[in-house]
T-cell receptor, first 110, second 118 residues
Framework: LAKTTQPISMDSYEGQEVNITCSHN???????ITWYQQFPSQGPRFIIQGYKTKVTNEVASLFIPADRKSSTLSLPRVSLSDTAVYYC???????????FGKGTSLLVTP | EAGVAQSPRYKIIEKRQSVAFWCNPISGHATLYWYQQILGQGPKLLIQFQNNGVVDDSQLPKDRFSAERLKGVDSTLKIQPAKLEDSAVYLC????????????????FGPGTRLTVL
């Protein structure tokens, strides 16, 4: 399983764009990059997944450079309700096991 | 669509006692996972089922933990006997597809069971 490294914590003000970068230097050719969000007292929730270049959905964008050794989750115009822990995971294409790290604790303040 | 159900939500026991957690995945989901999340850490996979067969239990402490998924639907995770370090949230997740090469699948998590071992 590829190991991921991401900042322990980040702070932001409401309305700003937040970019959380994750490094995964030993990602394998068929691995996907997946991000989950977790609020206190809840299980993680899928946000976005990508393989290369850019993926966008109604919640976030995911940018993956050509070498795929890192990825950036972009949250546009965050609100207080975006305060959560964000996990970057590398998922084998077989679907086996998710290797959660410690995640990035994002705090959004007014 | 109903989500993943878990019970109980909270449990307090003394060390050396036994405890069991129950999970009912989303209807029709083939794959079921149990995770342990210690405070301040990310979830750690304990065991993964596809239907009623075990796919991966390499991180399950088999001397005290056991899990089953009879009939390929709901599942129970048991700890016997519990230790202080087992205090954590136990998360159940499910995903719709069978595990196939080339297919990555979203996991849907339940709310978890918070276990406190005194």
């Amino acid at each position: 399983l590829a190991k991921t490294t991401q900042p322990i914590s980040m702070d932001s003000y409401e309305g700003q764009e937040v970019n959380i970068t994750c490094s995964h230097n030993n990602i394998a050719t068929n691995d996907y990059i997946t991000w989950y969000q977790q609020f206190p007292s809840q299980g993680p929730r899928f946000i976005i997944q990508g393989y290369k270049t850019k993926v966008t959905n109604e919640v976030a964008s995911l940018f993956i450079p050509a070498d795929r050794k890192s990825s950036t989750l972009s949250l546009p115009r965050v609100s207080l309700s975006d305060t959560a822990v964000y996990y970057c995971l590398v998922v084998a294409n077989s679907g086996y096991a998710l290797n959660f790290g410690k995640g990035t604790s994002l705090l959004v303040t007014p | 669509e109903a989500g993943v159900a878990q019970s109980p939500r909270y449990k307090i026991i003394e060390k050396r006692q036994s405890v069991a957690f129950w999970c009912n995945p989303i209807s029709g989901h083939a794959t079921l996972y149990w995770y342990q999340q210690i405070l301040g850490q990310g979830p750690k996979l304990l065991i993964q089922f596809q239907n009623n067969g075990v796919v991966d239990d390499s991180q399950l402490p088999k001397d005290r933990f056991s899990a089953e998924r009879l009939k390929g639907v709901d599942s129970t995770l048991k700890i016997q006997p519990a230790k202080l370090e087992d205090s954590a949230v136990y998360l159940c997740a499910s995903s719709p597809r069978r595990l196939l090469a080339g297919v990555t699948d979203t996991q849907y998590f339940g709310p978890g069971t918070r276990l406190t071992v005194l």
